[in-house]
Structures are given as structure tokens and as C-alpha cells.
Nanobody
Framework: VQLQASGGGLVQTGGSLRLSCAAA????????KAWFRQAPGKEREFVAY????????DYADSAKGRFTINRDNAKNTMSLQMGSLKPEDTAVYYC???????????????????????WGQGAQVTVSS
């Protein structure tokens, strides 16, 4: 499954951006999905998660209240709406999908990059102060 991320860019502190991720393979709609990010010199870190059904979501503490993850199974897409952006949100953002059974990833494992089988190419988000 190939994932294509889009929507990154440059924004001022306090601004908003919406990232999208699309797949051509319909199998993508059955997978749990997540967003990660990686800042220069740092490890890739978890941002947000959504189960295939959309019933269950999970967020890193840094994203709670500011970011919203969503998915549209009919369109085979996922998104990350980001608001109240801060300079520390500057990073390359990656969409990811997991083939784990029942379209969910155990909560304790969601932060682990190894739980995800497919990755997008990354979208640069830069927040200026």
C-alpha cells in the first residue's frame, strides 16, 4: 500500500494546517492509521492514532486539544487538522497504516513505529515564531 501525504507548509505561530494522506489500494480503509512526526536530530514520535472504524482515537499529550485525526474510508483518505501551532511543532509529518487484526493497534503499542507497516513520504510543516 503506497501512501501519499500532502498539505504541509509554512505557517505562523497560532496558525492552522491540514495534512492529508491518500492511498490507491482499498485495503487502506481497513487499517488502523496514525500520524508521526520527526524533527531534525530527533527520533520519529507519535502524534495521533485512529482505528479503522474511527471509533477510537488517541493523541500524544503535545497534540491533545490542538490536533484532530480523521479518516474517510469511502475516499480512502486520512487527515490531521492542526491548530494553535507552535514552533516546536515544526517537523516532517508522516502518515502510517497498520495491518494489525480488526483494524486496531493495542493502546500500549500505538507509539511504536514498528507497529505500522506502511508509511507516506512525509510532509514538511514549519511554524515560524
Amino acid at each position: 500500500v503506497q501512501l501519499q501525504a500532502s498539505g504541509g507548509g509554512l505557517v505562523q505561530t497560532g496558525g492552522s494546517l491540514r495534512l492529508s494522506c491518500a492511498a490507491a489500494d482499498r485495503a487502506f480503509s481497513r487499517y488502523a492509521k496514525a500520524w508521526f512526526r520527526q524533527a531534525p536530530g530527533k527520533e520519529r514520535e507519535f502524534v495521533a492514532y485512529i482505528s479503522w472504524s474511527g471509533v477510537e482515537t488517541d493523541y500524544a499529550d503535545s497534540a491533545k486539544g490542538r490536533f484532530t485525526i480523521n479518516r474517510d474510508n469511502a475516499k480512502n483518505t486520512m487527515s490531521l487538522q492542526m491548530g494553535s501551532l507552535k514552533p516546536e511543532d515544526t517537523a516532517v509529518y508522516y502518515c502510517a497504516a497498520s495491518k494489525r487484526p480488526q483494524g486496531t493497534v493495542q493502546r500500549i503499542k500505538r507509539l511504536n513505529v514498528n507497529e505500522y507497516d506502511f508509511w507516506g513520504q512525509g510532509a514538511q510543516v514549519t511554524v515560524s515564531s
